[in-house]
């Protein structure tokens, strides 16, 4: 990893003058108490004492001492009451670092020993080992040379966690060029440079997001973004039965050594948040022993390695879809940055969702604009057909074939334009089929009074005019033997309490059925239409005798408005 760069005037600004004041005066004080000749003193950079001065005598050397103590309690009470800001003063040829509480406190060393004085190695060890070989290359350098030292760098505690120093020293040479001192101070950027990284995270999950073509790859991304950020040891998506509440997670990006959690779970094996994810509330809980969501279920959550976790919902159409998760294996106190970055996360993989949605919305729409448009000489050649083969006359065939046609242009104008509002089952039924009721009674609908919402509405009329258009061009409507019912009940609540829809189409009397070779766009058309924006089910039956369509939807889909 490259060291930062040198900075001149950066964190260390926050130093105030008087402090930098203080720290010259003690050393002035230092080296006149020491003895040390003017010439080292001058290489050293102190106003050292001049040639004309006289030895110091007992009563001047206990006044400077003094002095000196009571500037250094004054120097070290000012970086403690900092809390971000250490002191180091190393003497390189007795290999004794001496240091503030707080600086001992940043490398990992008692405090009193670092006061005392150490050796050097001491505090290496707590650099992170990333870091160390350069930042002791840069220390040697600065020694060997003299000069200054400005670096950040990276500090790893014995917990795990690692936070970033800045660095600012000196080395001093003697009189012969040996390196005899080197003192400094240091800042915690730790924050700042989370921050940062957090910043440069949401610009990389913004480029990488444009780049995605489904949900799995979205939500993946976002978790993983989101982890490294935050420092977590694993990270994925899970896609979620809404019903049953339980999550299938999918392969996860882990840091080294840590367990994949892929495979099927319950979420109330874990606790109660599947009930904030059901309302699209983002869940982070710092610490699942002590979260009241999860205290309860604490052991399932550590024997997968969760002590932290962080979980954003993925909804459609209203529904709980999938989760992108992120775990730690370690208590975390969140900060107000982070928690703005889980939300900011959030709202881009939302937003990147709803692009994907509205990119596959217009590409459907282009590709049932093209098939209506194929399908339109067929709609019109079985339209000719039915009313020639039941009209008792030319002017009466006229005459029906120029309504059917009317309707026909209307039906296509209303399902293109999607002006369809919510309205009762029965009445799309009749409107949208009408353009293929000869007057035979070869179509027979029938159902209770059931009112559906405007998106619901305009979903069903698409998938009857698709079932329709195939049944006049392969199937019952094809032939004048042929029959159609449509019919739908609503079926006793289930075990969460909810009522569902249960849609049936079935043909009889056309040409015998065989399933087909390959699914074509409107039998996609049929599967995802009403069924998939309301989170239903549906199946085809390629029975001999006449397709079969049965659809089971939950009302409460229907009934929802846009």
């Known amino acids: ?32 108490l020491d003895a040390r000749g003017p010439e080292s003193d001058a290489r050293a950079g102190f106003a050292g004492p001049s040639p004309a001065e006289a030895p110091l005598d007992p009563v001047a050397a206990a006044a400077l001492r003094a002095r000196l103590l009571v500037n250094e309690e004054r120097l070290a009470f000012a970086f403690e009451a900092s809390g971000s ?93 040996r390196a005899i001192r080197f003192p400094g101070v240091a800042v915690d950027v730790t924050q700042r440079k989370l921050s940062d990284m957090r910043k440069s995270a949401l610009v990389e999950l913004g480029d990488r997001l444009r780049e995605s073509n489904s ?12 982890a490294r950020a935050l420092g977590a040891t694993r990270a994925g998506i899970g896609t979620i039965d809404h019903l049953n509440e339980t999550v299938v997670m999918q392969p996860d990006w882990r840091a080294p050594g840590v367990a994949s959690v892929a495979g099927l779970h319950h979420f109330r094996d874990y606790g109660s948040f599947i009930d904030d994810l059901k309302r699209g509330e983002a869940v982070v809980i710092g610490d699942v022993a002590t979260d009241p969501r999860t205290q309860g279920n604490v052991e399932a959550l550590l ?41 900011a996360v959030g709202d881009r993989t939302q937003a990147a969702i709803a692009q994907l949605r509205a990119e596959e919305q217009q590409r459907l729409l282009n590709r049932e604009l093209g098939h209506r448009l194929k399908n339109n000489l067929a709609m019109v050649q079985a339209i000719v057909a039915q009313t020639l083969r039941n009209a008792p006359d030319l002017a009466a065939a006229r005459q029906s074939l120029s309504q059917r046609l009317a309707t026909l242009g209307r039906a296509h104008e209303l399902l293109l334009s999607g002006s369809i509002d919510g309205t009762d089952i029965a009445a799309i039924a009749h409107a949208t089929l009408a353009i293929h009721d000869d007057g035979q009674g070869r179509l027979r609908i029938s159902g209770a009074p059931t009112e559906i919402g405007s998106a619901a509405a305009l979903s069903l009329a698409l998938m009857l005019h698709e079932l329709a258009t195939n049944a006049a061009k392969y199937g019952a409507l094809s032939v004048p033997e042929g029959q159609v019912a449509l019919e739908w009940t609503i079926a006793p609540r289930d075990e969460e309490g909810a009522e569902r829809l249960v849609l049936l189409w079935t ?46 939807v939950p009302l409460a889909g229907l009934q929802r408005d846009g």
């Open 1 to 32: 990893m490259a060291s930062g760069s040198p900075i001149s005037s950066g964190p260390l600004r926050v130093l105030p003058s008087r402090l930098q004041e203080l720290e010259a005066e003690n050393a002035r004080l230092r080296a006149r």
């Open 85 to 177: 800001i250490g002191w180091w003063d190393w003497d390189i040829a007795a290999d004794q670092l001496y240091t503030s509480a707080q600086f001992a406190r940043m490398f990992g060393v008692e405090p009193e020993a670092a006061a005392k004085g150490v050796a050097l190695s001491r505090f290496i060890d707590g650099i992170h080992p990333d870091d160390r070989e350069w930042v002791g290359a840069r220390i040697a350098e600065v020694i060997a040379a003299g000069g200054e030292f400005a670096e950040e760098y990276r500090l790893l505690h014995r917990d795990g966690e690692v936070s970033w120093i800045f660095a600012r020293g000196r080395g001093y040479l003697d009189a012969a060029g």
């Open 215 to 226: 949900l799995e790859h979205i939500a993946y991304t976002a978790a993983e973004v989101m």
């Open 303 to 343: 024997a997968i390695g969760v002590r932290v976790l962080v979980n954003l919902p993925i909804i459609e159409h209203g529904q709980l879809v999938a989760v992108a998760f992120v775990h730690h294996d370690r208590p975390h106190d969140w900060i107000e940055g982070e928690l703005n970055f889980v939300r």
């Open 507 to 552: 043909e009889r009397g056309g040409p015998p059925v065989r399933p087909p070779e390959r699914r074509g766009f409107g039998s996609r058309l049929i599967e995802r239409g009403l069924a998939g924006a309301t989170g239903g089910e549906v199946e085809l039956d390629y029975r001999p005798e006449g397709l079969v369509c049965r659809m089971s």
